[in-house]
C-alpha cells in the first residue's frame, strides 16, 4: 500500500472512521459505518457516475479475527484515500453526497467531534501505518427495544414486531448477535480507544452490558459512546458507567411531555429523571439528540427551551432528519408550511449556543400529496395505538393534512 502523511484531512475531504475501526449492525454484517447501505449495490455520485463497492459485506460469524479481516480489507479503502478518490467509495459516496446538500453528513458530526477531542487532549491521532489496529467499534447487539418510535420499524426495535405490515414495513424479527460474535468483539477491547453502542436499546439488552462491564474492567480509559432512550436504566448499570472516565450519553429526546410520549411510546419524565441520575451519580453530562419528523418540526423551541439551561446538559442535537419512512419526513412538507419556522430556526445557533442543527434551515419542503395521504393515515393508526391524538399537541399537522 502506497501512502503519505500529508494527506488531505480537510473536512470535506477525510473521514476519520476508516482509518480507526468499523461497524456492527444487529444482522451481524461488518460495514464502514452506521452509513453503508444494506446489501451489495454500489452508489452513484454527485456526478452520476456508478461505483461498485469496494469490498463485500461479511458477516461476523465468517470471520475469525476481526482485527486481521479489517486490515487486510481496508488498504484498498486506505489507498483510495491517499489517492484523493475517498469521494468515489461506495459507502463513503453516501456522506460526501450529504454535504453537497442540507443534510449533515456522518462524516462531518464524527470529524468534528473527533477533532475536539484532539485538540483537548483526550484522544491521540493513532493510524499506525506499519502496524494498523482497530481503535473505533461502533455496534449494535441486537434490536431489542423497549420504544415504539413513531419514525421506527422493526428493524430496529422489537416493539414493532407486531406492527410492522399494518405500517408497509418489511416483516422483522428478532436479531441478536451470536455468542461467538460477542467474544469476537470482546478481543478488541483491551485496545480500543472509543466504543460507540447503539440500539434498538442498549440498556435493554444485557449483551450491551457485559461488554461495557468487561471494558470497564480491562480498558477503563476507554471512551464509551451510547445512544440511548435512558428509560431502562438501573442502579446496576450505573454502577458500571460510573467506572468510565469518558463516557457520553446521547439521549433521544424527540419532543417534551405529550409529544415525547406520543412520538416515542415512552415517559418524557422519566427520561429527564433519568438524566439527571446519570449527571448526579457519573459526574458526566448529557448530550440530547432530537430526530427531526413532521410530529415534532414545528415544536423544536420547545425542545431547546427545555434543556437549554439545565446543568445536567452538555449539548443539543437536533440535524438527524427522518428520510424514511418518507411520511414522516419534513421533506415533503409543503414550503409555505415549514418556510417560516426554517426563517426561525436560523438564529437558533445564536439563541441556543450550546445546540447544533446542522443546515436544517436550509431545507426546502415539496407537494407530494400519496405521501400526506399516507401520513394522515399512518397518523391516525398510530393514535390509535397510542390512546391519544397528536393534532391535539400539533395542531399544525391539520393544516398539512388539510392541504
Known amino acids: 500500500m502506497k501512502h503519505s502523511n500529508t494527506y488531505n484531512r480537510e473536512l470535506n475531504k477525510f473521514c476519520y472512521i476508516p482509518f480507526h475501526g468499523f461497524c456492527i449492525d444487529p444482522q451481524g454484517w461488518l460495514t464502514m459505518c452506521c452509513m453503508d447501505p444494506r446489501g451489495e449495490y454500489g452508489m452513484k455520485n454527485k456526478k452520476n457516475e456508478y461505483f461498485p463497492r469496494i469490498y463485500k459485506k461479511p458477516h461476523i460469524d465468517d470471520i475469525e ?107 422483522m424479527k428478532l436479531q441478536k448477535l451470536s455468542d461467538s460474535a460477542i467474544d469476537k468483539i470482546k478481543k478488541l477491547i483491551p485496545d480500543l480507544s472509543t466504543i460507540v453502542v447503539k440500539g434498538g436499546e442498549p440498556l435493554a439488552d444485557m449483551a450491551n452490558m457485559k461488554l461495557l462491564e468487561y471494558a470497564s474492567e480491562v480498558n477503563p480509559d476507554i471512551e464509551i459512546k451510547m445512544t440511548t432512550n435512558l428509560q431502562g436504566l438501573t442502579k446496576k448499570q ?36 433519568n438524566m439527571k441520575m446519570v449527571y448526579e451519580e457519573t459526574g458526566h453530562k448529557i448530550a440530547t439528540g432530537t430526530t427531526v419528523s413532521i410530529y415534532n418540526f414545528f415544536n423544536l423551541e420547545d425542545i431547546l427551551d427545555y434543556f437549554h439551561d439545565k446543568d445536567y446538559i452538555r449539548w443539543m442535537h437536533y440535524y438527524n432528519l427522518v428520510n424514511w419512512p418518507d411520511w414522516c419526513s419534513i421533506f415533503y412538507v409543503p414550503d409555505h408550511i415549514i418556510r417560516p419556522y426554517l426563517e426561525k430556526y436560523k438564529n437558533f445557533k445564536f439563541k441556543y449556543p450550546h445546540s447544533n442543527g446542522g443546515n436544517i434551515a436550509t431545507i426546502s419542503g415539496r407537494v407530494n400529496k400519496e405521501i400526506t395521504l399516507r401520513a394522515e393515515k399512518y397518523t391516525n393508526q398510530m393514535n390509535d395505538i397510542r390512546k391519544s391524538n397528536i393534532l391535539d399537541y400539533v395542531p399544525k399537522l391539520k393544516e398539512l393534512f388539510n392541504y
Open 65 to 171: 479475527d476481526l482485527e486481521k479481516w479489517w486490515v487486510e480489507t481496508y488498504e484498498d479503502v486506505w489507498q483510495k484515500y491517499f489517492e484523493n478518490e475517498q469521494h468515489n467509495i461506495t459507502p463513503c459516496i453516501k456522506c460526501f453526497n450529504k454535504d453537497y446538500t442540507y443534510i449533515t453528513s456522518k462524516k462531518r458530526t464524527v470529524k468534528e467531534s473527533y477533532q475536539s477531542n484532539l485538540e483537548s487532549g483526550k484522544i491521540k491521532w493513532e493510524f499506525d501505518f506499519i502496524n494498523p489496529k482497530v481503535r473505533w467499534l461502533e455496534f449494535t447487539t441486537s434490536n431489542i427495544c423497549n420504544q415504539m418510535c413513531v419514525m421506527c420499524s422493526g428493524r430496529c426495535s422489537t416493539k414493532w414486531l407486531d406492527f410492522d405490515k399494518d405500517f408497509g414495513h418489511e416483516k
Open 238 to 273: 450505573i454502577k458500571i458507567f460510573k467506572k468510565f472516565k469518558q463516557l457520553t450519553f446521547n439521549v433521544s429526546v424527540d419532543g417534551t411531555y405529550d409529544i415525547y410520549n406520543w412520538i416515542r411510546g415512552g415517559d418524557f419524565n422519566k427520561a429527564v429523571n
